[in-house]
T-cell receptor, first 112, second 116 residues
């Protein structure tokens, strides 16, 4: 158990809908990262938050947004969903630079 | 910009045989390099990391990797495969310094199959 909790584990929704994925980092970890794993694109970095502030963006679509709350949990919001958004979305956290990333078990999103 | 190439999307070995998973990277600055393992329906688990200290890095479960700057490689090895090593393995790179440590660029992954 990595200590990073992601909910829900599975999500099935229709095209055009909006969903929210939630991540609770390990206790004390200030940094949260979101990654997308799909068959087409592999594992891709989406976005990084540190103590509530956005620090870096990767290949994140404009239809996607994220935030980190004062209690350090993070949410990834995906809107106007398309079939191609079906993927496994991972959250990872760590305490400080040069410390290992700890990944959650992911949320599997299926868009039908 | 950085990139990672894993040679071979599937590797099959017999139990007890040497495991060799290949990874080449490209980076404009000295990189941090990582190997992660992913078991079915689970997240990624860190096997080992290179952060500019010793070039031969030992990780968990008997795995090790050697950083070779001249070859831009970071191949993963294990002397004797075990059935429990069957999983997907990912090589990843991030840039040194700043807040880029956790911003990983992953290879496409190598599925390791271990035969009895």
């Amino acid at each position: 158990d990595s200590g990073v909790t992601q909910t829900p584990k599975h999500l099935i929704t229709a095209t055009g809908q909006r969903v929210t994925l939630r991540c609770s980092p390990r206790s004390g970890d200030l940094s949260v990262y979101w990654y997308q794993q799909s068959l087409d694109q592999g594992l891709q970095f989406l976005i990084h938050y540190y103590n509530g502030e956005e620090r870096a963006k990767g290949n994140i679509l404009e239809r996607f947004s994220a935030q980190q709350f004062p209690d350090l949990h993070s949410e990834l919001n995906l809107s106007s969903l398309e079939l191609g958004d079906s993927a496994l979305y991972f959250c990872a956290s760590h305490r400080e630079e040069n410390s290992p990333l700890h990944f959650g078990n992911g949320t599997r999103l299926t868009v039908t | 910009a950085q990139s990672v190439t894993q040679l071979g999307s599937h590797v099959s070995v017999s139990e007890g045989a040497l495991v060799l998973l290949r990874c080449n990277y490209s980076s404009s600055v000295p990189p941090y390099l990582f190997w992660y393992v992913q078991y079915p329906n689970q997240g990624l688990q860190l096997l080992l990391k290179y952060t500019s200290a010793a070039t031969l890095v030992k990780g968990i479960n008997g795995f090790e990797a050697e950083f070779k700057k001249s070859e831009t490689s970071f191949h993963l090895t294990k002397p004797s495969a075990h059935m429990s090593d069957a999983a997907e393995y990912f090589c990843a790179v991030s840039l040194t310094g700043g807040t880029s440590y956790g911003k990983l660029t992953f290879g496409q992954g190598t599925i390791l199959t271990v035969h009895p």
